[in-house]
């Protein structure tokens, strides 16, 4: 297949100084790179798809490493991870899940090997669907006080025969997380869920 035709990339910063509670020392940065692309399979059943998540690759490095410089440049400064995905009424829920591999794998790769999985959801939707990506840990699905997730849409996408694929990063826990559980300093890191 020919490599992903885009038509917008979106990248946006979200800071929270506080969330009703005093003022975070350092504030939270969730960041969202987001691409929107035309379907090749929008219109129609195509029993063989899997080969798209090749060609998916070079794009999910591409916005994994824009979120690293949108946040300050430094892979060491990123905590949690997410991704998503919504297609376009032409299009399958399956397509969107597409995305998995090559979206998580290019965050996994730029953040020097994080062991957790990246959480994920996806949807069909018409243009400005909403998605709350899921946020966790990036090396420790079982950190609750990076359980997240940022809201992310646009106005005029996805058309019928398009999907949005995001990918999320951010800095540190929710602002003011007092959640209990396992904490960051207490990851072992070796199985990625503690």
Same mark, same amino acid.
């Given at each position: 297949?020919?490599?992903?035709?885009?038509?917008?990339?979106?990248?946006?910063?979200?800071?929270?100084?506080?969330?009703?509670?005093?003022?975070?020392?350092?504030?939270?940065?969730?960041?969202?790179? %987001?691409?929107?692309?035309?379907?090749?399979? &929008?219109?129609?059943?195509?029993?063989?798809?899997?080969?798209?998540?090749?060609?998916?690759?070079?794009? @999910?490095?591409?916005?994994?490493?824009?979120?690293?410089?949108?946040? @300050?440049?430094?892979?060491?400064?990123?905590?949690?991870?997410?991704? @998503?995905?919504? %297609?376009?009424?032409?299009?399958?829920?399956? /397509?969107?899940?597409?995305? /998995?591999?090559?979206?998580?794998?290019?965050?996994?790769?730029?953040?020097? @090997?994080?062991?957790?999985?990246?959480?994920? &959801?996806?949807?069909?939707?018409?243009?400005?669907?909403?998605?709350?990506?899921?946020?966790?840990?990036?090396?420790?699905?079982?950190?609750?006080?990076?359980?997240?997730?940022?809201?992310?849409?646009?106005?005029?996408?996805?058309?019928?025969?398009?999907?949005?694929? %995001?990918?999320?990063?951010?800095?540190?826990?929710?602002? /003011?997380?007092?959640?209990?559980?396992?904490?960051?300093?207490?990851?072992?890191?070796?199985?990625?869920?503690?």
């Amino acid at each position: 297949m020919p490599e992903p035709e885009i038509r917008k990339l979106l990248t946006v910063v979200e800071e929270i100084r506080h969330e009703g509670g005093p003022r975070a020392e350092r504030p939270l940065l969730r960041a969202a790179a %987001v691409a929107v692309i035309k379907n090749p399979f &929008a219109g129609r059943y195509e029993p063989e798809i899997q080969g798209f998540m090749e060609d998916l690759k070079p794009l @999910g490095l591409m916005m994994a490493r824009r979120l690293v410089e949108a946040l @300050g440049g430094d892979p060491a400064r990123v905590e949690g991870y997410g991704k @998503g995905a919504i %297609v376009g009424a032409a299009g399958e829920l399956e /397509h969107g899940a597409l995305w /998995h591999a090559p979206g998580g794998y290019a965050m996994r790769e730029v953040l020097g @090997g994080a062991k957790a999985i990246v959480p994920s &959801a996806k949807k069909v939707g018409g243009a400005g669907a909403r998605l709350d990506v899921p946020v966790t840990h990036v090396n420790a699905s079982y950190v609750r006080s990076h359980f997240d997730s940022m809201e992310i849409g646009l106005n005029d996408a996805p058309r019928a025969d398009e999907m949005v694929l %995001v990918l999320v990063m951010t800095t540190g826990p929710r602002v /003011h997380s007092r959640s209990g559980g396992l904490e960051a300093w207490d990851i072992k890191g070796e199985d990625g869920l503690r």
